[in-house]
């Protein structure tokens, strides 16, 4: 069964760098399409990055564009979010998720398979 498994959240002060990533098993992963979602504590899943299959097309959120950055390694099955300049409104729960797809989509809806989050906290 396809397993999606995050690592690398913690505590970090503002400013300051975190590099999330995301371990695919039980499928393909070269065919698909991985993103990233965060939601933090009374808030809605937003959208914080997605990447095509081959990695050569990217999509970032309004609120993260420019500080993130996602990509993919096809041969080890990982796609990574490196986060730069952290502010403490990214202080979020952050999922990696598989897409039905190849392209890469902000909608959470064309995603089929959900880690079990890693938490990220940013102190002021």
């Known amino acids: 069964q396809v397993q999606l498994v995050e690592s690398g959240g913690g505590l970090v002060q503002a400013g300051g760098s975190l590099r999330l990533s995301c371990a695919a098993s039980?499928?393909?992963?070269?065919?698909?399409?991985m993103g990233w979602f965060r939601q933090a504590p009374g808030k809605e899943r937003e959208f914080v990055a997605a990447?095509?299959?081959?990695?050569?097309?990217?999509y970032s959120g309004d609120s993260v564009k420019g500080r993130f950055t996602i990509s993919r390694d096809n041969t080890k099955n990982t796609v990574y979010l490196q986060m730069n300049i952290l502010k403490p409104e990214d202080t979020a729960v952050y999922y990696c998720?598989?897409?039905?797809?190849?392209?890469?989509?902000?909608?959470?809806?064309?995603?089929?398979?959900w880690g079990q989050g890693t938490q990220v906290t940013v102190s002021a």
């Open positions: 998720a598989k897409e039905t797809g190849g392209l890469g989509s902000r909608w959470s809806g064309a995603y089929d398979y």
């Open positions: 039980g499928l393909t992963f070269s065919r698909y399409a």
């Open positions: 990447i095509s299959w081959s990695g050569g097309t990217t």
